[in-house]
């Protein structure tokens, strides 16, 4: 009986991953050898990235020492922190890239901004669909994704907003249905 239950946690756990890669990458603010914090040149690590609508950023950052602003372009200019879009104090914050346009981050810590911690990304139209599949080779899990052609155009809010109000009832139902046959 666990190893039932256990086969139906592992195959909800995998549908959500799936469920997750569609929604678009995540990307670390920083990675692979900085976080949100003011040693990062967020200039260049920005340049060596290319977001699409339903990407994610992961902004990671000591919470007592930083903070993230959203921010427009001429507040991101002149780093005036008076005036966020949205205010972000976790220590580890995802922000959804939901549609095509320049987004603007910075840090609202007095000097932080003019000491270069901010970041813009230019968030561009999904090309692709990623399609992924897992499989088991040698004991282990394995993912593999390929690109496909893009599905038919829609708002990417709604895509958005319509596959994560459905993501929990769908795995609820993968799980029923399991437990079920079980």
Known sequence: MVARA??????????????RTALGASYTVGAPSGSW???????????NMEFSVGDHLVFNYSRVAHNVLEVS?????????SRPIATF??????????????RYFVCGVSSHCAAGMKVA???QAADTARQCRFSRRGGRQRVRCAD????????????????ESLMGATLGSIA??????Y
């Open 89 to 102: 104090q976790t220590g580890n914050d995802t922000v959804q890239l939901a549609a095509v346009g320049s």
């Open 148 to 163: 496909q052609a893009p599905p038919a155009t829609a708002s990417s809010a709604a895509i958005s907003a319509g596959v």
């Open 176 to 181: 029923v249905v399991l437990m079920a046959l």
């Open 37 to 47: 914090d003011l040693q990062s040149n967020y200039i260049q690590w920005a340049s």
């Open 121 to 123: 990304v230019q968030v």
């Open 6 to 19: 256990l086969s139906v946690v592992v195959a909800v756990a995998a549908a959500a991953a799936v469920i």
């Open 73 to 81: 372009k001429a507040d991101y200019d002149s780093c005036n922190i």
